[in-house]
């Protein structure tokens, strides 16, 4: 992905917790979560390393703008988005390669 970019869901174990981010490289940025790369940062301080969501777009800056669109919304909206695209809220990771 040259230009383009993703927005992304993640969120622990319980689903008690979600982040929502954005990157130009998902399953690397995913495998950074898994792996607390960043020990201080929200993700791994909550456990935040289970994908739950993502789009992607063209250009990283629609990424970007979609990113603060989903901050934004009620955590019972964004609950719909991940439930249908993925109903059983499965760990979306190891999809990323195949």
């Given at each position: 992905?040259?230009?383009?970019?993703?927005?992304?869901?993640?969120g622990n174990h319980s689903h008690s917790v979600?982040?929502?981010?954005?990157?130009?490289?998902?399953?690397?940025?995913?495998?950074?979560?898994?792996?607390?790369?960043?020990?201080?940062?929200?993700?791994?301080?909550?456990?935040?390393?289970?994908?739950?969501?993502?789009?992607?777009?063209?250009?990283?800056?629609?990424?970007?703008?979609?990113?603060?669109?989903?901050?934004?919304?009620?955590?019972?909206?964004?609950?719909?988005?991940?439930?249908?695209?993925?109903?059983?809220?499965?760990?979306?990771?190891?999809?990323?390669?195949?």
């Amino acid at each position: 992905m040259k230009y383009g970019g993703c927005v992304y869901i993640t969120g622990n174990h319980s689903h008690s917790v979600l982040y929502i981010g954005v990157t130009s490289d998902l399953p690397a940025r995913i495998t950074a979560h898994r792996d607390k790369k960043y020990p201080n940062s929200f993700s791994a301080k909550y456990n935040c390393n289970k994908l739950f969501y993502y789009e992607i777009f063209a250009r990283i800056e629609e990424a970007i703008t979609r990113e603060k669109q989903l901050k934004k919304w009620k955590r019972e909206w964004k609950e719909k988005l991940i439930g249908e695209m993925n109903p059983g809220w499965i760990d979306l990771y190891e999809s990323l390669w195949t």
